[in-house]
Each structure stands twice: as structure tokens, then as C-alpha cells.
């Protein structure tokens, strides 16, 4: 196991509803990134988080926003929930160490589902 | 916006046999990874290349990262029945931004 935690593992949520994902970095990372994965897709890059501040951002709108806590943990929360927004939803923690780019450990991820 | 390609999308192949994905990128690449990700699952880093031309090995996995770092392949040798799941490339170019491919899933038959 990698030690990302996500939860919850499953939800389903009506259209128009906003929604808070949770995720628990590996102990000692500082970095975490959020990614959505539609069914038989590559996960798609949300955002990510270091230190507490966004620091890079995909093509999600505005209605995508999250947090970083003091101790790395993180949330997602979405706005106004659209069906196109029922995936897969993934976090993957890093050690930054001053590199853009490290390997990365997913968590197990939250299955939304929007109705 | 730049864009990472990835083909077959699938590939079924008879145990043993040689299985083979490449990435392709729209753009010069800084580091690419490669990931598995089993059915139900959730992605698992495999290796991360960062030079051109490089290439590394992993039992029967092999990872090449091309001379002008904007393509990548992974080949298994012999596969078996433990290699199914999905093979994603992801490419990195800076700005905090990891781009992954579309994966190619691969079917094995004992």
C-alpha cells in the first residue's frame, strides 16, 4: 500500500450539489496533486499543492477549487455538480524536494457519482 | 495545449508473447513516467525517465525515452498473466503540470 488515503471511496450526489474529497498524504510528502478519471480515460490533471498553495492547475474551471492543510492532507471540493463530473477521482502525494516532477503514490480513490 | 498519445489503445496478446506501448508528445518533454494501473485500481508508479535517449530495465520491462525526449515506449518481454492492466505514460514539461496519456490496456490469455 502506498499510505494516500482517500475517502470516501464511493458517494453519489445530485446534479447542482457541491461535493468535498479528502485525501491523507504519504507521511513526510509535501506535495499533493488531484486528478479526475473518467471511465477507460487517463487520469487528467486537476491541480496540485505544496506547501499549503496551489501551485499549478489544469483545465477545470473555477467550480474545482481545493485545500492543503499543515499537514499535507488535502481536500477537493467541486461546485455545482454536472453528471460530466462523475469519475474517478485520484490523489497522488510527492516529496517535491525542490524537483517539479517526482514519482507520485495514488491513493485508491473516490468513485462520484452524479445523478 | 499540449497533448500525450499513446497507442494501441488496446492489445491483446497470448502468454509469452512480447507486448510494446509508445507515447508520443506534442511537445519536448522534461521527464516522462510510466505507470500501471490493475483493473479497479489505482495508478502505480513503474519509472521515471529524464534524458534523451535513455533507456532502463526492470526484470522483463524495458523503458526508452527518445533522443529528442518527445517519445517513449515500454516493451515486455514475455509476458504473463500477472502484466494485465493498463500501461499510462505520463509526460511532464514543467509548470507543475503532469500530463498523462490515454493508456493502452492490456489482455493477457494463459
Known amino acids: 500500500e502506498t499510505g494516500v488515503t482517500q475517502s470516501p471511496t464511493h458517494l453519489i450526489k445530485t446534479r447542482g450539489q457541491q461535493v468535498t474529497l479528502r485525501c491523507s498524504s504519504q507521511?513526510?510528502?509535501?506535495?499533493v496533486s488531484w486528478y479526475q478519471q473518467a471511465l477507460g480515460q487517463g487520469p487528467q490533471f486537476i491541480f496540485q499543492?505544496?506547501?499549503?498553495?496551489?501551485?499549478g492547475r489544469g483545465n477545470f474551471p473555477p467550480r474545482f477549487s481545493g485545500l492543503q492543510f499543515p499537514n499535507y492532507s488535502s481536500e477537493l471540493n467541486v461546485n455545482a455538480l454536472e453528471l460530466d463530473d462523475s469519475a474517478l477521482y485520484l490523489c497522488?502525494?510527492?516529496?517535491?524536494?525542490?524537483?517539479?516532477?517526482?514519482?507520485?503514490?495514488f491513493g485508491q480513490g473516490t468513485r462520484l457519482t452524479v445523478v | 495545449g499540449q497533448q500525450v498519445m499513446q497507442i494501441p489503445q488496446y492489445q491483446h496478446v497470448q502468454e509469452g508473447e512480447d507486448f510494446t506501448t509508445y507515447c508520443n508528445s506534442s511537445t519536448t518533454l522534461s521527464n516522462i513516467q510510466w505507470y500501471k494501473q490493475r483493473p479497479g485500481g489505482h495508478p502505480v508508479f513503474l519509472i521515471q525517465?529524464?534524458?534523451?535517449?535513455e533507456v532502463k530495465k526492470q526484470k522483463r520491462l524495458t523503458f526508452q525515452f527518445g533522443e529528442a525526449k518527445k517519445n517513449s515506449s515500454l516493451h515486455i518481454t514475455a509476458t504473463q498473466t500477472t502484466d494485465v492492466g493498463t500501461y499510462f505514460c505520463a509526460g511532464y514539461t514543467g509548470g507543475f503540470k503532469t500530463i498523462f496519456g490515454a493508456g493502452t490496456r492490456l489482455f493477457v490469455k494463459a
Open positions: 525517465l529524464v534524458k534523451s535517449g
Open positions: 507521511s513526510g510528502h509535501n506535495t
Open positions: 497522488a502525494s510527492s516529496l517535491s524536494a525542490g524537483t517539479p516532477n517526482t514519482e507520485a503514490f
Open positions: 499543492y505544496y506547501r499549503e498553495e496551489e501551485n
